[in-house]
């Protein structure tokens, strides 16, 4: 007898263990995926603000400017945008309190600009967590299922007096199927994640050394103009 031994046809024979880790592992592939692809635009979306927003700062613009700038566009502003704002609200409010000493003024520059720079890490390696947890789960959910599926086909096969191939063949497919679906749901994931957190470490470079040339550019106004508020770079 022809048995059918298309994929539906083994997910649908399967016994209810192995088709709930199918099901558990087809949901985590599509928020995998869902997930990839968020952070493929928001990655693409940083990277280009960061990149105009450098091209405003070394056009020859003031930092007043470009902090007035910021304020007004905080919601829709770049990483290294926001740093900068950050930066630049701490050192006013510092010198509005009339604190005259470079080191004090840029040490509390630098400690603000730190903290922003965490946050926007912390923002930019958001579902990363989540990628390397169903890169490295998935296959041995998948290999679950296919011990419990193969476990299930010998019990059956354990009441015949002839096994043949024909009749291990189909249980031990279906059990098949459950490492198939989890290396499907893993792959994905962990290219995404290899891919992303390479990217987001050329961002973490590319904010960091902004940062100390934005200090640099301070501490060269501060030796130049102790008194005066820094206005242009």
């Known amino acids: 007898m022809n048995q059918d031994m298309s994929i539906v046809s083994l997910i649908l024979q399967a016994s209810i263990v192995v088709q709930f880790v199918m099901a558990l592992l087809a949901c985590v592939s599509v928020a995998s ?3 990839i692809i968020r952070k493929f635009f928001a990655l693409r979306r940083m990277r280009a603000l960061n990149d105009e927003f450098e091209r405003e700062f070394w056009s020859g613009s003031s930092l007043n400017e470009l902090y007035a700038a910021a304020a007004q566009n905080a919601k829709l502003a ?11 609200r701490e050192y006013q409010k510092l010198r509005e309190r009339r604190i005259g000493d470079a080191s004090t003024l840029l040490d509390g520059t630098r400690r603000a600009m730190r903290a922003s720079f965490q946050r926007e890490m912390d923002a930019a390696e958001s579902n990363l967590s989540f990628l ?24 059956g096969l354990s009441t ?3 096994v043949t191939l024909s009749t291990v063949a189909p249980g ?18 962990v290219v995404g994640y ?14 960091e ?25």
């Open 78 to 88: 770049g990483p290294m945008e926001r740093i900068f704002a950050s930066g630049m």
């Open 33 to 35: 995926w869902a997930a």
């Open 132 to 155: 390397a947890t169903v890169g490295s789960v998935s296959p041995y959910v998948g290999l679950f299922g296919t011990v419990w599926g193969i476990m299930h086909a010998f019990t």
């Open 172 to 189: 031990i497919a279906e059990a098949l199927v459950a490492t198939a679906i989890g290396l499907f749901a893993a792959i994905p994931a």
């Open 209 to 233: 050394t902004f940062t100390e040339e934005f200090s640099n550019i301070l501490q060269r106004n501060l030796s130049t103009a102790p008194t005066a508020t820094a206005a242009g770079h």
């Open 194 to 207: 290899n891919r992303f957190a390479r990217d987001i470490d050329k961002v973490a470079i590319a904010l």
């Open 160 to 162: 015949m007096t002839q």
